[in-house]
């Protein structure tokens, strides 16, 4: 890992959740704001930093995110529990839009650990989310749900829990932008990091090797190298993480 690289992770602390850009440039309208996100082009995987507010003191979301931004993450995490799904209940769309009023430029990635995904997609939309990730689990019709997202303007990803065999996503990859492996069980931050779910990881990236990939929970210093190598990033990249609590920033 750049020196660069683990820097901006200290800065930002604790725990991440890594995804990987795809080689091939893309250029994505972030809808909601009139924003447009810059075409990257690269010979390698890129990643970003973009930290959750689980852990944040909502009544202090815009403060937290604020300040997250400010240390450089790149974009903000946001997981929304319905307490069905998973037993924990954190916030809705109403949260959301409030914080998009607030924070119009920044780009919001949903993590939807919700019972019934297909609901919440244009409440999600009209607050001003860019992506919307559902567990493929909760899902009843996944091509009915991506067409239903990128109907929207948003981008589509799919998550799969420790459980879950990788195998059930495979029909679906060119339906999403991104494929979310979680290295912890879903509910709850400050869980250890299951290190055999990079299996996965390492079958997506050697299988497609130009899809997004996200890995969430409990990754820290101690292991966001193991993350890297397995994403397939070169050392002079960045690792662009999306699970990193806020407490002690």
Request: charged letters at 20%; glycine letters at 8%; a negative charge.
């Amino acid at each position: 890992m750049s020196n660069y690289c683990k820097s901006r992770a200290e800065g930002l602390h604790n725990y991440y959740h890594l995804i990987t850009e795809p080689k091939r440039s893309r250029s994505r309208g972030l809808g909601h704001s009139g924003l447009q996100k810059a075409t990257m082009s690269h010979s390698h995987p890129i990643c970003k930093i973009g930290p959750s507010i689980l852990n944040a003191d909502l009544s202090e979301i815009f403060n937290e995110s604020a300040r997250l931004i400010d240390a450089g993450a790149d974009y903000l995490h946001l997981d929304v529990m319905d307490g069905h799904f998973v037993p924990n209940l954190t916030f809705g769309h109403p949260v959301v839009k409030c914080l998009r009023s607030k924070i119009p430029s920044s780009f919001f990635d949903m993590h939807m650990m919700v019972e019934k995904p297909e609901q919440w997609v244009e409440p999600m939309s009209d607050a001003g989310a860019n992506q919307y990730t559902f567990h493929i689990e909760a899902a009843r019709d996944v091509p009915e749900i991506c067409r239903k997202i990128k109907e929207t303007g948003m981008k589509v990803g799919i998550g799969v829990k420790p459980n879950t065999s990788v195998d059930v996503i495979l029909p679906y990859i060119d339906m999403v932008d991104m494929i979310l492996i979680m290295t912890v069980e879903p509910g709850f931050g400050g869980q250890g990091f299951m290190k055999d779910m990079l299996q996965k990881v390492e079958f997506l990236r050697k299988n497609y090797p130009e899809l997004d990939i996200e890995v969430d929970g409990g990754v820290g210093l101690g292991n966001i190298q193991a993350c890297a190598e397995v994403l397939k990033i070169q050392c002079t990249t960045f690792i662009r993480a999306s699970f990193i609590r806020t407490f002690g920033l």
